[in-house]
């Protein structure tokens, strides 16, 4: 999920998606892929 998805799906600002997601992958919600700027979901 990048940045601009999250955005568009939670209707929300740029700066709560960065810390919502830096939340989730320190969480591990979400783990980062290949690409820096794509976040996957992983299962707990």
Known sequence: MTAEK?????K???AT???DLQE???????QKSGN???LA???V
């Open 6 to 10: 999250y955005i568009s799906l939670a």
């Open 12 to 14: 929300t600002t740029r």
């Open 17 to 19: 998606v960065i810390c």
């Open 24 to 30: 989730l992958v320190s969480l591990v919600a979400l």
């Open 36 to 38: 820096a700027n794509i």
């Open 41 to 43: 979901i992983i299962r």
